[in-house]
């Protein structure tokens, strides 16, 4: 998906005249020039055989897929891109905004997650590059009918995909047990005031059902102590809309099953590049990077060599990105939006691999979890995690508790 600019008008996708709307006033694709570097480096030699093939598996409003299209035209090169998103609306306008490319884009509403499926219907094997800009859309937060922000007063649903019939954020918070709801706000919001906003919405529903964004976001605020509220950066309850979207939307799940899904799929020098804009998600790719790209994964303390290696373990990627790449100055001023994303890249080597699954002992430093285990600290996945509430990046204040695309 793709980080807008700010702005408070609706994206419905109509203008007066009933033509297309003017998609590069109201969308900007965050790290737009750093994802194509990464997905369309100077490789030529493959066009004249072959179409390069792509998945977008979080669409959005097309930003980065119709550039990526582009882009592979005007370099001679021959491709084709799925692109997947669980909200219809959003897929109905990429789908407009895509329509010069024809049949080279092909577009399923689906959880990212679910994209093996996909690519078999289509037929596809491997695949060149793959991209997620995770979080939550524009196109999401300027419709107060969706609820995901407490900007703009709505129902409190948070839905990626309102005909899921999944359990909506008005659900979660009037019916979850208490201590359900301190343990989402504390671990998906890292909010350290999060026994304080379980109680207060404990006691507030107890007098009648709360259901609108507003109505929560004030709850949260009382519940904040006066000191907190007078030195905080953002709304007290931007970590709280946050969590609750997160829980919603299982959106740490989807990434965990991606992620193990996501490399037997890509083709040897096929990359994936993943933009993420808080802690819990950046945490997640970085450890299952690192961990992809390495070979033995004995522990330190045995000094085994690859010869007396016992967990045979394969590395399967390389990391183009050692660090994770942040937007430029000059785009964080133009989109503010873009200020928390970050941005890491691997790519996937040839040979055969083990590819582990997301565990405690492979995706946390082995230090960092026995302290963490012992302060009694447990990350979103109930593995221990280093730093106190609130240590993470919160990712934006725009009324969604961060992860914007």
């Not at 998945?55 to 592979?72: M, N, R, V, Y």
């Not at 085994?304 to 050692?322: D, F, I, K, N």
Request: aromatic share 6%; charged share 25%.
């Amino acid at each position: 998906m793709n980080t807008d600019t700010a702005r408070t008008s609706r994206f419905d996708g109509s203008t007066a005249q009933g033509d297309l709307p003017d998609f590069a006033s109201i969308h900007t694709p965050v790290m737009l020039a750093e994802v194509l570097a990464a997905l369309l480096p100077e490789r030529d030699e493959q066009g004249a055989s072959r179409p390069l093939r792509f998945l977008d598996g979080t669409l959005g409003l097309a930003g980065h897929a119709s550039a990526l299209l582009e882009q592979a035209d005007a370099r001679g090169l021959k491709a084709e891109l799925l692109g997947l998103d669980r909200d219809a609306a959003a897929q109905s306008l990429a789908a407009k905004r895509l329509e010069p490319f024809g049949g080279a884009a092909r577009l399923r509403q689906s959880a990212f997650a679910d994209f093996p499926a996909a690519l078999d219907e289509l037929g596809w094997d491997l695949l060149d590059g793959a991209l997620l800009d995770l979080g939550v859309s524009s196109l999401q937060l300027d419709s107060p009918e969706r609820g995901f922000s407490f900007l703009h007063d709505g129902p409190l649903d948070m839905r990626m995909d309102p005909q899921s019939g999944a359990e909506s954020a008005s659900a979660l918070v009037n019916r979850a047990p208490v201590a359900r709801l301190k343990e989402i706000i504390e671990q998906y919001g890292e909010e350290p005031q999060a026994g304080r906003i379980a109680r207060a919405i404990d006691d507030a529903r107890a007098e009648r059902p709360i259901g609108s964004t507003a109505e929560l976001a004030a709850i949260v605020e009382r519940a904040y102590p006066p000191k907190w509220r007078a030195t905080a950066r953002n709304h007290p309850a931007t970590r709280t809309f946050q969590a609750l979207r997160l829980a919603v939307n299982d959106e740490l799940g989807q990434l965990r099953l991606f992620l193990e899904r996501i490399v037997p799929r890509l083709r040897p020098g096929g990359r994936l590049a993943v933009i993420s804009f808080h802690s819990l998600e950046d945490r997640l790719v970085k450890h299952f990077f690192r961990t992809a790209a390495s070979g033995c994964l004995c522990p330190p303390h045995l000094a085994v060599t690859m010869e007396q290696c016992r967990c045979g373990h394969q590395a399967s990627l390389r990391l183009v990105t050692r660090k994770a790449l942040e937007p430029s100055e000059a785009e964080a001023r133009r989109n503010g939006r873009a200020r928390s994303a970050r941005l890491r890249v691997a790519e996937r080597i040839a040979g055969a691999f083990s590819l582990p699954a997301l565990s405690e002992d492979l995706f946390a430093d082995a230090g960092d979890f026995a302290a963490a285990k012992g302060r009694g600290r447990r990350d979103a996945y109930g593995r221990g995690r280093k730093g106190g509430p609130g240590s993470g990046r919160a990712g934006g204040s725009a009324g969604a508790g961060g992860g914007w695309r």
